[in-house]
Antibody, heavy 122, light 112 residues
């Protein structure tokens, strides 16, 4: 079954760090752009970050720039989000999502992880 | 780019049609001729799922009662006959003028 399986969420104090993982299985990964999208409790979807297939190009939402780092390990088919200097307003369910391959046409965010809850609180 | 959806709440009787509007603050029509506008559905307790990409292309496995239309700044998602399984929050999203990728506020569809 093609899927993205997430791990790594939890409770962290303000100012703390956390790393999220998103493991791909049964689908192409290494050539695809990948994203992180978050959803605060009871709120809508907000894009966080994107990385290209080989990891050389990364972009971030202004709200997380300088604090979050997106990365990937194509040998392990895994996407990461390193979150530092966490704040209360980072509390959200974080989703990974797959985008098109670098040389392919756009097909939307066609696969999503199950989501992982990050709670920033003292 | 700001994405504005309407309505924000949509009660629908099963078997009846439904329509959701999404307007962008800038044109989503790319030089390649495609409108870069997606529709996603987030069912209760689930991750978002892709319904429509490039304005009018149904994603794999999406029932043909779902259709997307529009161009430039005005887009519409239509459900020809709503079923109980269609409840959830519908989001439009633009990847045309990224970063950032921006979502609409969401439209909550409920069954009357």
């Amino acid at each position: 079954e093609a899927q993205l399986v997430q791990s790594g969420g939890g409770l962290v104090q303000p100012g703390g760090s956390l790393r999220l993982s998103c493991a791909a299985s049964g689908l192409t990964f290494s050539s695809n752009y990948m994203h992180w999208v978050r959803q605060a409790p009871g709120k809508g979807l907000v894009w966080v970050s994107r990385i290209n297939g080989d990891g050389s190009d990364k972009i971030y939402a202004d709200s997380v720039k300088g604090r979050f780092t997106i990365s990937r390990d194509n040998d392990k088919n895994t996407l990461y989000l390193q979150m530092n200097s966490l704040r209360a307003d980072d509390t959200a369910v974080y989703y990974c999502a797959r985008d098109r391959p670098y040389s392919g046409s756009y097909n939307g965010f066609d696969y999503w992880g199950q989501g992982t809850l990050v709670t920033v609180s003292s | 780019i700001v994405m504005i959806q309407s309505p924000l709440s949509l009660p629908v009787t099963p078997g009846e049609p439904a329509s959701i509007s999404c307007r962008s603050s800038q044109s989503l029509l790319h030089s390649d001729g495609y409108n870069y506008l997606d529709w996603y559905l987030q069912k209760p307790g689930q991750s978002p799922q892709l319904l429509i990409y490039l304005g009018s292309n149904r994603a794999s496995g999406v029932p043909d009662r779902f259709s997307g239309s529009g161009s430039g700044t005005d887009f519409t998602l239509k459900i020809s006959r709503v079923e109980a399984e269609d409840v959830g929050v519908y989001y439009c999203m633009q990847p045309a003028q990224a970063p950032p990728y921006t979502f609409g506020q969401g439209t909550k569809l409920e069954i009357k």
